[in-house]
């Protein structure tokens, strides 16, 4: 991301961003075309659980917008098929990006990152999950804006300009954040109700029998025992360790242009 295309953006949504009322208030009884942004190493939760609460919202159309035309895996396996690549998507209302391992590739790949850039210069809505919010911090769209992500990447959003804010839904104008994996469904949740109001999100939530009643507290850090957290950690070590460098990269990266320009 250099500091030409941070000007651009800025020239392009204007010197005042949109509150989230002006954002979505236009949208409210409009037919609706939800981008949902697919490949290889995501998360599948981060995308279909979304889709559950996104596909029953009323008059909205889903497109299922592909890096690559072939089916692929999730990072557990699952094999998902895109309907579309990103050059055939039609103009949309609102874009999900989610996270997953895979994230790491997508954050230097420019034409995915150029499409959430186009995305958020029409300034409606983009929704990120887990660490597509560092996918969005790649694409330079952070900066100066309040986000949350996955608890074991959310030091990093720093790294991209954003405000870590330490929430489950975070909404900020027309960006929507959601904390790790299952805060997909939180997030959608709340999109639903701005798009069509808190009565139709209640409805979808009553259609999925939404109501989490967890066997453990054990969900977040704070909560988790010493051990559990240690271990899960553990096991995130290498992926936080390739994350990190590619933080600081995109950070340095932009402290360079900024003392060029």
């Known amino acids: ?32 075309s939800i981008g949902m942004l697919m490949y290889p190493g995501l998360d599948q939760i981060d995308f279909t659980g979304p889709f559950e609460v996104l596909a029953r919202i009323s ?16 990072h557990m396996g699952l094999i998902l098929t895109p309907e579309m690549v990103l050059a055939e998507a039609p103009e949309l209302d609102v874009l999900l990006v989610p996270g997953g391992p895979g994230q790491e590739a997508m954050m230097k ?47 990093l959003l720093p790294y991209f300009g954003a405000i870590p804010v330490n929430e489950r839904v975070v909404v900020d104008g027309n960006l929507i954040s959601a904390a790790g994996v299952t805060a997909g469904i939180d997030g959608s949740l709340v ?34 025992p010493r051990d559990v957290l240690a271990a899960v950690t553990a096991q995130y070590q290498p992926l ?21 320009s």
């Open 240 to 260: 936080l360790e390739a994350r990190l460098v590619t933080a600081r990269e995109f950070s340095a990266g932009c402290i360079a242009n900024e003392t060029q």
């Open 109 to 155: 790949r420019e034409p995915v990152l150029a499409f959430i850039r186009d995305h958020m210069e029409s300034q409606k809505p983009l929704f990120s999950v887990c660490t597509g919010a560092l996918i969005c911090g790649a694409a330079g769209i952070l900066k100066g804006r309040r986000v949350t992500t996955h608890w074991a990447a959310f030091d």
């Open 191 to 224: 999109v639903a109700s701005l798009l069509r109001g808190e009565n139709a999100a209640q409805r979808i939530q009553l259609e999925l029998q939404y109501a989490p009643e967890p066997p453990f507290d054990a969900g977040v850090p704070e909560t988790a």
């Open 59 to 74: 008059n909205a159309t889903m497109h299922l917008i592909g890096t690559q035309k072939a089916s692929f895996r999730d």
């Open 1 to 32: 991301m250099h500091v030409s295309q941070d000007r651009a953006i800025a020239e392009a949504v204007g010197s005042r961003a949109k509150t989230t009322a002006e954002v979505f208030g236009p949208l409210h009884d409009e037919p609706l």
